[in-house]
T-cell receptor, first 114, second 118 residues
Framework: GAGVSQSPSNKVTEKGKDVELRCDPI?????LYWYRQSLGQGLEFLIYFQGNSAPDKSGLPSDRFSAERTGGSVSTLTIQRTQQEDSAVYLCASSPRGTKNIQYFGAGTRLSVL | AQSVAQPEDQVNVAEGNPLTVKCTYS??????LFWYVQYPNRGLQFLLKYITGDNLVKGSYGFEAEFNKSQTSFHLKKPSALVSDSALYFCAVRDGPPNAGNNRKLIWGLGTSLAVNP
């Protein structure tokens, strides 16, 4: 079956512009996660959606970052007024119920802010 | 507070030699522990997990990891390394029972870059 799909795979934008990154999780997965991975760095947790519960936004680095998950499926991560330090690979993962946290990752969106 | 440490940024081994990638953790309850691998220009893939039971866990691609409660460690091992094992390896943890709750957020290590030389 299809895995986690992220689009676009690459995004180049100018400083100050807004960007939207999309994540299509595996069908039926109840949990969805967004991470940021800067060059040579580990995973930085951004936000976590679990079913109908309020999302855990504790990792969002500033109020320029927001995410939503519509209908318990597709998620969009929005970065407003992008800065050069936002340049990174943004990874999305989803997880089904009852698997003790095995997360299935997409290939990521590489964001470059010029 | 929950935390994970991968003390080595990089590990170099010769092909055919055994490899170890280290991970130590801190949680308030019993841990759920995970290893993921990231091959160049690809997303992360699940390798193996420890939830409960046998301390030695076997996973994909011939990897295994040993849960050591007294040392709070979960080192990743493979008896004979392949050049194709060269990748970035991440250890992750979350609290299990009785502190598990409903939050399934993982705490991730910073990753260890494994280079297997031919």
């Amino acid at each position: 079956g299809a895995g986690v799909s992220q689009s676009p795979s690459n995004k180049v934008t100018e400083k100050g512009k807004d960007v939207e990154l999309r994540c299509d999780p595996i069908s039926g997965h109840t949990a969805l996660y967004w991470y940021r991975q800067s060059l040579g760095q580990g995973l930085e947790f951004l936000i976590y959606f679990q079913g109908n519960s309020a999302p855990d936004k504790s990792g969002l680095p500033s109020d320029r970052f927001s995410a939503e998950r519509t209908g318990g499926s597709v998620s969009t991560l929005t970065i407003q007024r992008t800065q050069q330090e936002d340049s990174a690979v943004y990874l999305c993962a989803s997880s089904p119920r009852g698997t003790k946290n095995i997360q299935y990752f997409g290939a990521g969106t590489r964001l470059s802010v010029l | 507070a929950q935390s994970v440490a991968q003390p080595e940024d990089q590990v170099n081994v010769a092909e055919g030699n055994p490899l170890t990638v280290k991970c130590t953790y801190s949680v308030s309850g019993n841990p759920y522990l995970f290893w993921y691998v990231q091959y160049p220009n690809r997303g992360l893939q699940f390798l193996l997990k420890y939830i409960t039971g046998d301390n030695l866990v076997k996973g994909s691609y011939g990897f295994e990891a040993e849960f050591n409660k007294s040392q709070t460690s979960f080192h990743l091992k493979k008896p004979s390394a392949l050049v194709s094992d060269s990748a970035l390896y991440f250890c992750a943890v979350r609290d299990g029972p009785p502190n598990a709750g409903n939050n399934r957020k993982l705490i991730w290590g910073l990753g260890t870059s494994l280079a297997v030389n031919p």
